[in-house]
């Protein structure tokens, strides 16, 4: 794996577990899509450091066990931002 590759993996790694960010939130901070930033801490990570990418798992399966109450928030913000109109 190219150096640069790895860096960047690390990097986004310490960004997600330092903030518990979203693969959403980590993407738009790196300027890269959503599936290289999954495809660097799901797969490319464990390959490079397993515990660091335990670390990330956990704040991943959060994420996803979270989602659907960000989305239920989202979706009441956009309607009563719509009755203010």
């Known amino acids: 794996m190219k150096d640069y590759?790895?860096?960047?993996v690390?990097?986004?790694?310490?960004?997600?577990?330092?903030?518990g960010t979203t693969v959403r939130e980590a993407a738009k901070k790196f300027r890269i899509s959503k599936s290289t930033v999954?495809?660097?801490?799901t797969e490319r990570l464990?390959?490079?450091?397993?515990?660091l990418a335990?670390?990330?798992?956990k704040i991943l399966d959060l994420n996803?066990?979270?989602?659907h109450i960000?989305?239920?928030l989202a979706t009441k913000e956009k309607y009563l931002?719509?009755?203010?109109r």
Not at 64 to 67: A, F, G, L
Request: glycine share 6%; proline share 3%; aromatic share 2%.
């Open 5 to 8: 590759i790895e860096e960047r």
């Open 64 to 67: 996803k066990q979270e989602r």
């Open 54 to 57: 335990a670390e990330v798992r």
């Open 10 to 19: 690390l990097c986004i790694a310490d960004y997600i577990i330092e903030n």
């Open 70 to 72: 960000r989305g239920g």
């Open 46 to 51: 464990l390959s490079i450091n397993p515990s």
């Open 81 to 84: 931002h719509m009755e203010h």
């Open 38 to 41: 999954h495809k660097d801490v």
